[in-house]
């Protein structure tokens, strides 16, 4: 087992001080580490080692951590870290907009960021590919073989409209049609489901992000919130749903979020 059970994080940062420290906290955190100090090295980075976490610097001569991010979500799901210096809501919306898991300003505390990622890949079924878009593709291609057999397994969960969700396979198909996720749009989903028909707010949605599956609500800010927002917009755009006429997420207004289920109809306090 040992290092045939190791994760790998790849390291993208042209500040040679920062990266030999998330080289170091990664390190620690278990993982077998890849470093490049540019976006171009960094996208081959992670299509060449298909990592289970990336960090990624947002200020970069050449692309930037934005586009970096950008190009990345082209063939692979890895969970993006974001680190910038900038502080500004905006830029941290963007960040996600592009496809981060999460964002973290500098100066950043190492055991802060070390728990971070823990509490990451605690989110990650046990078993499941790494990042790859192709091999999240290719885990689970199709449905089980009559698709419209409900599911036995706790892991299977299925939603409106010929959504279903695999926990143990990180698979998320529409009628047989894989979409792919990032993991934290993939863990909103999955955790909607499970609360199905209940609604849940963005900040337990916010706290289950944070402490993995179960939820809680304890360092819930304000920004996580509207990370919240973000994340389910990205989310909504590629399950090709609609807040105006949803058929898998409904927004209550000042309550939060629910998923739609099969026989379920959507409330007429949707945004």
């Not at 698709?147 to 198909?173: E, M």
């Amino acid at each position: 087992m040992g290092e045939a059970a190791r994760q790998t994080a790849v390291v993208i940062d042209d500040d040679a001080d920062v990266r030999d420290l998330l080289v170091q906290v990664l390190t620690s955190a278990g993982f077998h580490v890849f470093a490049v100090d540019n976006g171009f090295d960094g996208v081959d980075a992670v299509r060449a080692h298909d990592p289970d976490i990336t960090t990624l610097d947002v200020n970069m001569p050449g692309i930037d951590g934005y586009e970096t991010a950008r190009r990345i979500r082209e063939h692979s799901n890895t969970y993006i870290l974001l680190i910038t210096a900038l502080t500004e809501e905006a830029d941290a919306v963007l960040g996600f907009s592009v496809g981060a898991d999460d964002v973290v300003t500098k100066p950043f505390r190492a055991r802060e960021l070390r728990a971070r990622v823990l509490a990451a890949q605690r989110r990650r079924p046990r078993g499941s590919a790494p990042g790859g878009a192709d091999s999240a593709r290719d885990a689970d291609p199709q449905p089980a073989p009559v698709a419209v057999l409900p599911s036995a397994t706790p892991s299977r969960l299925s939603g409106n409209a010929g959504l279903v969700v695999d926990r143990a396979t990180h698979s998320v198909t529409i009628d047989g049609h894989p979409v792919l996720l990032t993991r934290t749009e993939f863990e909103l989903l999955a955790t909607l489901l499970e609360a199905a028909p209940e609604v849940r707010s963005k900040a337990h949605l916010a706290g289950a992000l944070r402490s993995g599956h179960g939820g809680g609500f304890s360092l819930v800010s304000d920004a996580d919130e509207r990370a919240i927002e973000t994340h389910l917009t990205n989310l909504r755009r590629k399950l090709g749903d609609s807040v105006a006429e949803p058929r898998f997420i409904e927004t209550l207004r000042a309550v939060g979020y629910r998923a739609i289920v099969p026989g379920g109809t959507p409330s007429t306090s949707t945004l």
